[in-house]
């Protein structure tokens, strides 16, 4: 698959030129529908090192175990497969689970509603996903608050007008004004019906997961979903070594469905796991490894992203911290051990403990996501938006990570060593003691050359004062309103519309309202 641009191509008239119009205005008209990387990966640890650690993820495995809790199909497929089940308890002879794994596909493609915004998922592609699963959001006119649905609705707007992000993600925000028993149904139709690149669903229970996955067949037609990946879902480890039946279950509905999982640990070092980084590493591929499995026990060859949440704690007072140098280590070698067993990877974000949009929030989530472009990521989830340990979704948070993420795209792109980028002609029009301003080689590239932030001020002291001294989270804002208001939604098949609506009335009208 190519890099197809998220916005049009030529200059039309109607909606697609205005959308056009407005892009080259920001300069992102030639954003890709995913990334390309054209610079290496960091390999921090040696064949010695990768295998230490595969050594002991497996001694976890075989002299530990995991347990599944409540899922007695997930049981039975493990002890078919040759494990030793004792009650929930599993383990496995070392190389056991990565032999169960073998099956699952290093590289896939996800489509999207809009064929043009399709993403690849493992190889050399990079994908952008906003943050998931904060209760809350924030924004300057209203300060933090619980997310609603028109919070939920609006983030899957900006992400879908935002060019540096490739995919629409999952919960972006938790509408709590919605029965938490419905409100995957909302979410779902929100991606679908407001957005038209990749989408994730709801892994909450099972009954959620299959939900998700029949409102896909309902908008790309089941024989699609069938054969190809429609949609992710972002299933968790109960770290330390648990899976519980909500997560087996919803993992199960997934790949039975040929849809792809995201098998995530979550480790906080020192709560959910070890302080020391490489007993954290061992647990995380052992963990992820387990769920990669059950996958593939369920459906061989369906897809799966090997996933990672590695983070650190303030051990004195027992708070999470995040953009820490150990877990930006981590990741590295989390990075190496899904190269090593083949598979595609998630990994870290625009992570940071900070409450607000500060100095703080975008040191940390510069080095998380640094992390994640050097170990290799392929599905970048929590790119944009992130606050506050991930409770809180920020608008201009948002706005300030996806222009990172802008500038990532360039930076992906390692140097260009074409003739044309020695700019000799340059060099000979003007010789020596003349500045390149007026050069054509400069006329040529002026509009492409240098990344453009949306936000940052590049002007005078004596501009920006007199423009009223105005903060980056103000430009944000300001940002965020434009987009807002400037969005206008992609077309449906009035026909699919109707059907979504049809099948979210008739599940809600099946069960009662429920609130926790």
Same mark, same amino acid.
């Given at each position: 698959?190519?890099?197809?641009?998220?916005?049009?191509? !030529?200059?039309?008239?109607?909606?697609?030129?205005?959308?056009?119009?407005?892009?080259?205005?920001?300069?992102?008209?030639? %954003?890709?529908?995913?990334?390309?990387?054209?610079? #290496?990966?960091?390999?921090?640890?040696?064949?010695?090192?990768?295998?230490?650690?595969?050594?002991?993820?497996?001694?976890? *495995?075989?002299?530990?175990?995991?347990?599944? @809790?409540?899922?007695?199909?997930?049981?039975?497929?493990?002890?078919?497969?040759?494990? !030793?089940?004792?009650?929930?308890?599993?383990?496995?002879?070392?190389?056991?689970? @990565?032999?169960?794994?073998?099956?699952?596909?290093?590289?896939?493609? +996800? *489509?999207?509603?809009?064929?043009?915004?399709?993403?690849?998922?493992?190889?050399?592609?990079?994908?952008?996903?906003?943050?998931?699963?904060? #209760?809350?959001?924030?924004?300057?006119?209203?300060?933090?608050?619980?997310? /609603?649905?028109?919070?939920?609705?609006?983030?899957?707007?900006?992400? =879908?007008?935002?060019?540096?992000?490739?995919?629409?993600?999952?919960?972006?925000?938790?509408?709590?004004?919605?029965?938490?028993?419905?409100?995957?149904?909302?979410?779902? =139709?929100?991606?679908?019906?407001?957005?038209? &690149?990749?989408?994730?669903?709801?892994?909450?229970?099972?009954?959620?997961?299959?939900?998700?996955?029949?409102?896909? $067949?309902?908008?790309?037609?089941?024989?699609?979903?069938?054969?190809?990946?429609?949609?992710?879902?972002?299933?968790?480890?109960?770290?330390?070594?648990?899976?519980?039946?909500?997560? !087996?279950?919803?993992?199960?509905?997934?790949?039975?469905?040929?849809?792809?999982?995201?098998?995530?640990?979550?480790?906080?070092?020192?709560?959910?796991?070890?302080?020391?980084?490489?007993?954290?590493?061992? +647990?995380?591929?052992?963990? !992820?490894?387990?769920?990669?499995?059950?996958?593939?026990?369920?459906?061989?060859?369906?897809?799966?992203?090997?996933?990672?949440?590695? /983070?650190?704690?303030?051990?004195?007072?027992?708070?999470?911290?995040?953009?820490?140098?150990? #877990?930006?280590?981590?990741?590295?070698?989390?990075?190496?051990?899904?190269?090593?067993?083949?598979?595609?990877?998630?990994?870290?974000?625009?992570?940071? /403990?900070?409450?607000?949009?500060?100095?703080?929030?975008?040191?940390?989530?510069?080095?998380?996501?640094?992390?994640?472009?050097?170990?290799?990521?392929?599905?970048?989830?929590?790119?944009?938006?992130?606050?506050?340990?991930?409770?809180?979704?920020?608008?201009?948070?948002?706005?300030?990570?996806?222009?990172?993420?802008?500038?990532?795209?360039?930076?992906?792109?390692?140097?260009?060593?074409?003739?044309?980028?020695?700019?000799?002609?340059?060099?000979?029009?003007?010789?020596?003691?003349?500045?390149?301003?007026?050069?054509?080689?400069?006329? $040529?590239? =002026?509009?492409?050359?240098?990344?453009?932030?949306?936000?940052?001020?590049?002007?005078?002291?004596?501009?920006?004062?007199?423009?009223?001294?105005?903060?980056?989270?103000? $430009?944000?804002?300001?940002?965020?309103?434009?987009?807002?208001?400037? =969005?206008?939604?992609?077309?449906?098949?009035?026909?699919?519309?109707? %059907?979504? @609506?049809?099948?979210?009335?008739?599940? &809600?009208?099946?069960?009662?309202?429920?609130?926790?």
């Amino acid at each position: 698959m190519t890099d197809t641009p998220t916005i049009g191509r !030529t200059r039309s008239g109607g909606r697609a030129g205005r959308i056009q119009t407005r892009a080259e205005h920001a300069g992102d008209a030639h %954003a890709p529908a995913f990334l390309r990387r054209q610079i #290496p990966v960091y390999e921090l640890l040696g064949e010695e090192g990768l295998a230490l650690i595969e050594t002991n993820a497996d001694r976890i *495995l075989a002299d530990v175990g995991v347990e599944i @809790r409540g899922d007695e199909v997930a049981l039975g497929l493990f002890r078919d497969a040759g494990a !030793t089940v004792d009650g929930a308890r599993v383990r496995f002879d070392p190389g056991h689970v @990565r032999a169960l794994c073998a099956t699952a596909p290093s590289q896939f493609t +996800q *489509l999207a509603r809009n064929p043009a915004r399709s993403v690849e998922i493992g190889g050399d592609a990079i994908v952008f996903a906003p943050a998931y699963g904060s #209760p809350f959001v924030r924004d300057l006119p209203n300060g933090r608050r619980y997310a /609603s649905l028109e919070d939920f609705e609006a983030f899957v707007k900006l992400a =879908y007008v935002t060019p540096w992000l490739h995919h629409s993600g999952g919960t972006v925000c938790e509408p709590v004004d919605v029965p938490v028993n419905k409100r995957h149904l909302d979410m779902v =139709y929100a991606h679908l019906r407001y957005s038209d &690149k990749a989408m994730m669903g709801s892994v909450t229970q099972p009954s959620r997961a299959e939900d998700s996955i029949e409102m896909a $067949r309902i908008a790309f037609g089941a024989d699609v979903v069938e054969r190809s990946c429609v949609i992710l879902g972002n299933v968790n480890v109960n770290s330390p070594l648990v899976w519980d039946a909500a997560m !087996t279950g919803a993992l199960r509905a997934y790949a039975a469905a040929n849809q792809a999982p995201v098998v995530v640990p979550f480790i906080l070092g020192g709560a959910m796991g070890p302080v020391t980084l490489a007993g954290a590493v061992a +647990q995380a591929h052992a963990e !992820t490894m387990v769920g990669v499995a059950l996958g593939q026990l369920t459906r061989p060859g369906s897809p799966v992203i090997y996933g990672n949440f590695l /983070s650190s704690m303030a051990l004195r007072s027992g708070s999470p911290t995040f953009g820490t140098p150990e #877990p930006a280590l981590g990741s590295l070698v989390v990075g190496q051990m899904a190269r090593r067993v083949g598979l595609p990877l998630r990994c870290s974000g625009a992570f940071t /403990s900070s409450k607000v949009p500060d100095g703080q929030a975008m040191m940390e989530s510069a080095v998380s996501m640094q992390a994640a472009i050097l170990c290799g990521a392929h599905f970048i989830l929590h790119s944009a938006g992130w606050l506050e340990g991930g409770l809180a979704m920020g608008y201009e948070k948002f706005v300030m990570d996806a222009d990172f993420c802008g500038a990532l795209h360039t930076y992906v792109k390692g140097i260009d060593l074409s003739e044309d980028q020695f700019a000799l002609d340059g060099f000979v029009e003007l010789g020596p003691g003349k500045h390149f301003f007026s050069a054509q080689h400069t006329l $040529r590239h =002026y509009e492409t050359a240098f990344w453009d932030s949306w936000v940052a001020d590049s002007t005078s002291f004596e501009q920006w004062r007199d423009a009223g001294e105005r903060r980056v989270e103000e $430009r944000a804002a300001d940002r965020v309103a434009t987009m807002l208001a400037q =969005y206008e939604p992609p077309p449906i098949d009035p026909a699919v519309d109707e %059907a979504l @609506r049809e099948f979210m009335d008739r599940r &809600k009208a099946e069960m009662p309202d429920m609130w926790h």
